[in-house]
Structures are given as structure tokens and as C-alpha cells.
């Protein structure tokens, strides 16, 4: 059975069906198999095993997965179910860790209006490493970045943006004694020192073919790989020391890190930042990665719970044109959003998410039901997040960390 | 007499003669008469009346001079003597003025090493501008770029030469309630939401026009010229309401205004800065200006008296091969830096300049006792500064303006 084959590539290949996604690439020879991966687009049909090779990472293999068992107790259900499946130098960092030498973990969020299931993956993943691991986790708002590469945003509404998404993430659980949450713009003072090292060893030539940026991109947008890479070092300056630093995130933003902070980290003495990389949790249309871009098949952790669940009862599905036809035929888990829903975030036990897949190709679970009872979780799920996102509105402090702007010695003078 | 002509440009040509320099042009017709002025380098014989066209910079005409004379009572040599020459929206700064709306000054420094008299120049005349009109002064130390356009230097060490630097500044005199010194590395949390801004209303393409910058340019140096623009917009920002801003400073730095602060400023709602612009001053070798590249030919506000004397008395002039030659054919001022030491400095009574440029032409003064009468007042100018210079150690921190780094709310936690 390959979706719970021990191999998580082969794995892999099988729930890749459910990409299946606006392809706008022109050329008809590569309409069905072309995709694009970068931080700022996700289009076509991915396919996860071509991106392990594309961008040179190593597949999460049984022996990793054995390691993370041993050290854990547990495997995280990504793990098990291939979900976060590739990585660079994730068996270095157990290593360190086996002798002796904590991770930070890093990871970050482009923040935009609304928070959606997918954006909280990597999140979830990385809470959990935190627990496990014992690790200091360093969260990066790119309210900057948003603001340089978007049309209409203004700075300010970024940076409410951002203040709004740490809602979401502190919601998901994380130690405040260990999580430092901060914004681009809030924290430069922090950042800029260690970006300007970084960018003094990456030329445009670089940045332009690490990114595709080109002559109209402008010089904020250039400089920002600089700052993003940063972060993989502030442990290290904060500490006073190396530390090494590993960095969940869904796959599109590995050319951050292969391009700018791994190429640059021996030159400047610090370690290269470990990598461990997530997929995209689909959209409820046919095919996609769940964006908000398409909100109606989105659910967002603000959603109201009659949005939620009209959103689930209407999402697409691998069912067949008729109730007969799907009692003869079987529904089709492997490009079904609302299957994919319970093997992401809806349904634990590998046993029982297996039933469901196995009755729905037997024909024995039809649609409705598999709908209705997911609306169910995911209700259940939202409710319980909108109350611990109330929560964090309170307790922001003990996460946040800025620095003070204002000219601190000289500041009544200023004013 | 061209010297003391009523109009300023006339006077330019006279003394253009001094900057006979380094032409490293290739092409055989344009070594006499092509020259190179960037922020980064000034190559070549400087003509500042092509200057004026090239940049598209307006004069400083008599009605200019004659307003100064009615607002500030004064006419200071540098506009006398036109080593301020040059300038942008002045006349708008000083209507904004006259109808009650105070200015803010603006200017910087890419520390170095040692400060030299060059570089006190602009300096002189912005102590002088805020004396007279009330002005703020926002004192920029780019200690950033000079980091990331340094082959050699760590920005430790630019961070530590700002400091050094700022004693210079300060010794010049400035009122330390209304001038405010910052590093960019320093202060960029106050600047970095400005320069965001500016730097998103700035290409590629455009940075490359104004900076001649290319693929291996490196991403910092790309982002810099945004940070450098934003000082001119921190007083509105920091007041909350638009202020005018002047840039007294050496014209090579032009570009940073005319390229990049006046081009975005309508885009932010900011007013565009203006400017005033200073000729270099030439250093004691034959032609070029004063530079730290040429130590031998530059007087450090840090040199020992005695190498004062040496430099002075080893200066390069205009004077004749001997002694008779010189009675005979009288001296060239137009080409002698020590005159233009006198010109810049050293003399401030108009009558007295005259009186030692006719004296020089004639060949009743000769070299060695000018260079003489010249090296004493810069030994007492040198030590005087020097005494201003040890105080200021005192009072810097009544100068300087910095945001806090650390992640204020939870520093503790982190270190």
C-alpha cells in the first residue's frame, strides 16, 4: 500500500496527484508536467520528487526518520506521512544534537491579510521540534518584503498585517520563554548589521539568478535576501557562539537558503542553516495549493464556523458523477482535497486514515459523509484555534521582540 | 579681477587651473580635459561650470548671495569666494524660510580612517547655516557603505571609525541641542521604514543610471543609496509634518539627491530636498583634491604639529624655478594649493586674500615665506581643533542619536 509504504519518496509520487493546478505556462508540450516553485509563486502540478533533484536537497529517509523516533519517542504524523519530506543537512544537525549542541529553529511568514490551514503546517511542525528538541524558535514577519513586492500594500498595513498573523502562530502553541517573534521593520536594528555581511558577499548577479529578479526589480527587493538570511545567524551573534540552526519551512522558500545564507555562512565563520522542507497543503478546488488568492477555497483560522463549513461541504472531490457509480467505481482519494484534509490535519491515527481511503476506493464511503465528517473536525478545529487566537492577543508581549526606534539618547530633543 | 569678481561662476573658471590630476582616461583626446566626478571617486580636472551643466544644477547667482546677506546679516567667505558654488531649490528653501517654515540640515560623512581639512569644509558652512537660520542638523555617519564598498575594512572597524569621526564633527562647534550624529547601522531602525519606501520606487535599472552600478555589484551597495536618501525625509517624519530639508555637501554627492530623494520624494508626499554644493578642496600635491589616499599631501585633524609643519612647508606651488625667476615673472597663484589654503581657510579678510594673491603675482611674496606665514596659522588652527577635538569625547553622547538593538521586551530572556 503506497501510502503508508515505509519509503516516504514512493510515497510521495502517489499523493502528488493532487496537484493539479492553474498551469499558465503558454507552450503546449509543457502544459501537463511544467510547474514553478519559488517564494513568490507556486503554479502547475508540482512534482515534489523533480523538486528533490531540482534544487539538489536529500529526500527524509527511513534512517532519519529511525533517528528522530530514538531521539523523540515519537514521529511526528509529517514525518510519517511524508508531508515534510526533504531536507539539507538535517542528519548534521542531529548530530550536533546528539553531542551535545542545541538548534535554533527559524522560520518565518510573508504576513498578509489572513491566515489560512496551510500557512499553520510548517508552524505545527516546528512547535513540535520545539518541544521535542528543547530549541529556541526565531520568527521572522517579512512585513518589508511584503510591502516591496506588493502592488497595493502600504508599509503600514504590512506591519498591521504582521502584528495580526502573530495572533495565528502564538495560537499554535508555542513556549514563550523560547519563541522570539519579531517584524522585519520592528527588529532591523537587530538584523541589519548581520544582513549588510551577508550582502556584501552576494552580488545582483547572484540575487538575479538565485531569484529571476531583473532590471525592474526594485533595490529593496535586492537587498532583502540579505535580510532574510540573517536571521540563520542571530542565534549565533545573540549567543555569542555558533549555533546551529534549522529551518522548517514549506519548500518554496529553500532558494533563500541554498542560494544566499549557505553560500555566504563559511565566509562570514557560521554554520550553513539546516533545512527541513514541507509540501503544500492542497486547496478544497480541484487541484492547488491552498493560497489566499482563493479564498473560497481556503479556510481561514477568522473564517466564521458556517464559512468553514460551507466551504467544506463544497469542496471539490475524487467522488464519481453518481452514488451508483462511485458504489461500482470507488471515489479517487489520491486528487481528493477533502482525503487530503484528514491525511494533513484531520485524522491522526494511520489506521483509521487508512480506512477512509480504503472505503472510499471501495466505494464503500461515499462523499457526503466523508464531507460532513470533516466539516465536523474542521469546525471543531477552528473553534478551539479561535479561541486560543483570542488568548494570544494578551500574552503578545511575552513573544515579541523589538528593538527601540526613536533615538533613544536624544529623544525628547527630537520630538 | 577674476578673484574677487561679483560673479561667482566667472571667479570658477579662474581657479578651476588647481585640479590637474590623476586622468586615467585611455583615450588619448579626452586625458587634457575629461574628468570623473561620483560619489565614489573624483578623477581628473575638475571643471565645476561643466559640473553645473552635467548635473543640471542651477549656480549661486548675486541674488542668491544678496538674499543670504539680508537673512543672516553675513555672507560667509564660502559663498563669497564661491567655494559653495552651486545648487539646487535653495531660493525655494529660502522662500519656505521667509514665510516662517524652518529648514532642516542635512548632511553625512563616510567615515574614514582620519578626518582631513577637506573634510571640514562642508562641515564649516552647515555650522554656519545652523547658526544662522535656527536649523536642525541630522548628521549622517554611513559607516554601512563604507563597509560594503571597502575591499578591506570589517564593518566592526567603519562602526569604530564613525565614533572617531564624530569628534571632528563635533569639534567643529555644532549646538548639541539641535544636531543629532548617527550611524546608519546605529539608527536604521528610524531609518529603514523611510528607505523602504524609497528604495520600492527604485529600480534596478534606475541605481545603475545614477551609481554606474553593474552585476557585480554587491545587493548592499544596491539597497545604500536608499538609506542615504532617507535622512532628507526623517525630520517630516519625525516631526510628523513635512519639513524642508538642505544638503550642504561636496557636489560629488549629488547623484544621491538628483537620482534617487528628488525623484521619490513627490511619490511619498515629501517635499524634494534641496541642496548646496561645495568644490573639494585641493590637497599640497601637484593638482587633485585633498584625499586620504595621498596621505603625504593631506592635513589630518589628527596629525602631530610637527608633520603640520612638514606638509605645509613641503607643499607643492606655484612658484618659479628660482628665486630671480620669480621676482621676475612673479608666482601662479590660480595654481598653488597654498593659496587656496588661504582661499579656503586660512584667510578670512577678502582685502588680505587680495593682498597675498597680488603679492604672489608680482613676485614681492615668495614661496618659502608664504608657505611659512601659511604653516603657522595651520599649526594653530590644528592644535586649536585638537583641544575641541579631546572635549568632544565628553560630549558626544549629547550628539549622538541610536535606536536600542536586543529585542528590548524580552532582552533578557535572549542573552
Redesign the interface.
Known sequence: MALLSQNPLVFLLVINGDFVAKVQDSSPETKENSFVVTPWLVEGKVDYGKLIEQFGTSPINQEIIERFSKLTGEIHIYLRRGIFYSHRDLDWILDKYEAGEKFALYTGRGPSGRVHLGHLIPWIFTKYLQEKFDAELYFEMTD?EK??NSQKLS?EQTEKMAFDNMLDLIAVGFDP?KT?I?T???????L??I???I???????T??AVFG???????????F??LQASVCFLPSV??GHNVPCLIPAAIDQDPYWRGIAREVAPKLGFYKPAQIHSKFMPGLGQGGKMSSSEPETAIFTTDSIKEVEKKVLGSFTGGRATVEEQRKLGGQPDICPVYHYYNFMFEEEDGELKRIYDDCKSGKLLCGDCKMMLASRVKGFVSDFQTKREKAKEII???????????????S???
Open positions: 518589508d510591502y516591496l508599509l520563554k522570539f519579531f522585519d521593520t520592528g527588529y532591523i536594528k537587530s541589519y548589521g544582513a549588510a555581511k550582502a556584501k558577499h552576494t552580488t545582483f548577479s540575487a538575479k529578479f531583473d532590471n525592474s526589480t526594485n533595490i529593496g527587493m535586492l537587498f535576501p540579505a545573540l549567543k508581549d511575552e513573544f515579541l521582540v523589538e528593538d527601540i526606534a526613536g533615538g533613544v539618547r536624544k529623544r530633543d527630537m520630538h
